[in-house]
Nanobody
Framework: HVQLVESGGGSVQAGGSLRLSCTASGYTYGQACMGWFRQGPSQEREAVAIFSYIRGSPPIYADSVKGRFTISQDNAKNTVYLQMNSLKTEDTAMYYC?????????????????WGQGTQVTVS
């Protein structure tokens, strides 16, 4: 049984930083794809930063977060992180950790079978 648990969301002023964490259980790191999505009010869920565990493949970032967000992982802790710097009001959303059994790179929410409960990020 795969379980993803996010933490680290909160409220921050524009220009500030937050780090989100996603701890996985029952999921084998390096299996396929894992990363972060977000969904703002009245918006569709979109990929923010995705690890594709294909050899040599760099992480995928949404254009809107390139240069500001960084995805990383600690295999020993079964945890994936999303470091968010220079936050903007348009980054306000519910952020979700997701994992897939399919080979990546993947950015479509429907390709991810495992989801966390989400953590709210509010930038004012």
């Amino acid at each position: 049984h795969v379980q993803l648990v996010e933490s680290g969301g909160g409220s921050v002023q524009a220009g500030g930083s937050l780090r989100l964490s996603c701890t996985a259980s029952g999921y084998t790191y390096g299996q396929a794809c894992m990363g972060w999505f977000r969904q703002g009010p009245s918006q569709e869920r979109e990929a923010v930063a995705i690890f594709s565990y294909i050899r040599g493949s760099p992480p995928i970032y949404a254009d809107s977060v390139k240069g500001r967000f960084t995805i990383s992982q600690d295999n020993a802790k079964n945890t994936v992180y999303l470091q968010m710097n220079s936050l903007k009001t348009e980054d306000t959303a519910m952020y979700y950790c997701a994992a897939s059994d399919l080979s990546g790179p993947l950015i479509v929410p429907g390709d991810f079978g495992y989801w966390g409960q989400g953590t709210q990020v509010t930038v004012s």
